[in-house]
């Protein structure tokens, strides 16, 4: 069982397929990238030239989920940049 502070949150590719992600709100942005390049579901060629974006705001590196305020099933989209 993930632990209390514990969200899941998507990244959703351009296809519109959708990874779910156990994080935590302290997570740094860089994390995201990172397991998001390791996954299955969204190719890591697919990242070239494109970003994480939440509610129409680029993720920048070096900042945590809890900067831009992503909640428990938030969904953060993979955009050109």
Do not use: C
């Amino acid at each position: 069982m993930p632990a209390a502070d514990t969200l899941i949150v998507f990244v959703k590719n351009e296809k519109g397929i959708a990874m779910p992600m156990y994080i935590r709100s302290s997570d740094m942005v860089d994390m995201i990238w990172n397991e998001v390049g390791f996954s299955k579901a969204i190719n890591e060629s697919t990242l070239k030239g494109k970003g994480l974006f939440f509610n129409g705001k680029k993720l920048e590196r070096g900042h945590t989920l809890s900067d831009y305020d992503i909640k428990w099933g938030d969904v953060v989209r993979i955009q050109k940049v």
